[in-house]
């Protein structure tokens, strides 16, 4: 039988926030252990929580961002439940009335097609600590400085069909919180991590599957090999007679296999109940207007104006318009060099490309946008040719300075003099006898192919620096 997946994600995303979400306590990542929990974190007799002003003010944004609800009323629950790594005991949340309600969010597909995925909800709700297995020797250690960190749970509804879909979705996500500057979205260091659930049902059917939960997966690759493998397992189990149990699982990557961790939750084994240390959270008209008006331009608008202002290509300008830094960075290339679509295509191909290689992100690329828009301008004026171009690229980054430094330390400056030139068009001919009387021998197609010879002679001669459209020129007249 023919298995169709549903799957829905819930992606826990820290805050940007300097301090903790019910306490004054730092965020800073990676500080030594217990070193940033108070006695609020710690649920201390007598420790009250008092509301993070700017958690709130980071979940609004998000909200706006996706046109979604906004709950001008909304409740801190309890979430009961054990957690090795969060004194309390429980965890507060919010269940009933969250501050971000239904919205929308609008996908773009690898063959250009887009999709809108729903979104359940969006909630805020306190971190728990993390637990440590390394270096105890069979037992295990509890950091608590992310205990109480600020978390915005956004929870998708069941749209989704595939990895692919997937993964699309959470780089979309991860876009538009770091474009609205309330996470980094670091999911190596858990600042954006996601529950996949999935279900197989027969395909063309309405009836939803028994679902399976895959907890805390920390990068694109891994919700992908975590999903595939997934829907492999529940196939082979369904196509088997048998039945999927509701449970959550973990994903082993080295393994790649998903395995079993508990029996899967519902909301009553929790035994929320609404929070007697908090109000409830009420957002005024014009205090949620004040929020909007902050809002930077958001990833699909900039999407849109890059394809119209500079005459780009929807995916071209798709991929630009992916991570605001990279965003900053095309626009002031193309706004010194002067030519968009140049700009668009070294950014994309030789920056990108190298940085891919390197494994760094654009925040720490080592040729400012300068120094490139100043390199595709020595193009322009015909200075070097692209060819030599990507040698000076490689140059600037490894730190040997701008453009113009380079090509003048190392003398690449493009030949242009016609009368320099002449004289290696005339060397080149000379010692070319058999190459000239092929190329008067033959008809006006194949001799536009046999030209490639000469020019590339007179490349060699000039050791790359003769102006390519100044050799055709000339070549054409002494062979004409």
Known sequence: MQWEPVIGLEVHLQLATRSKIFSGSPTTFGAEPNTQASAVDLAMPGMLPVLNEQAVRFAVMFGLGIGAE?????????????????????QISQFSDPVVGRGHFEIQLEDGSSREIGITRAHLEEDAGKSLHEDFHGQTGIDLNRAGTPLLEIVSEPDLRNA?????????????????GISDGNMAEGSMRCDINISLRPAG????GTRAEIKNVNSFRFVEKAIQHEIDRQSDILDDGGQVVQETRLYDADRNETRPMRSKEVANDYRYFPEPD?????????????????????PWEKRHRFANQYQLNDYDAGVLAASRPLADYFEAVARDAGDAKIAANW?????????????RGIESCPVPATHLAQLIQRILDNSISGKIAKQVFEAMWAGEGDADTVIAARGLKQVSDTGELEAMVDQVIAGSAAQVEQYLAADEGKRKKLVGYFVGQVMKLSKGQANPQVVNELLARKLG
């Open 347 to 359: 950014v994309q191909v030789e920056l990108l490309g190298r940085l891919n290689r390197d494994e």
């Open 70 to 90: 906004i709950g001008k009323r909304s409740v801190f629950d309890r979430k009961n439940y054990f957690y090795p790594d969060l004194p309390k005991g429980y």
């Open 205 to 208: 059917s309405d009836t939803l």
């Open 164 to 180: 692919a879909e997937a993964v699309a979705y959470l780089k979309a996500l991860h876009s538009l919180v770091t474009y609205l």
């Open 278 to 298: 908090l109000l409830p959270v009420v957002l005024e008209d014009a205090w949620i207007e004040a929020v909007r008006e902050t809002l930077p331009e958001l």
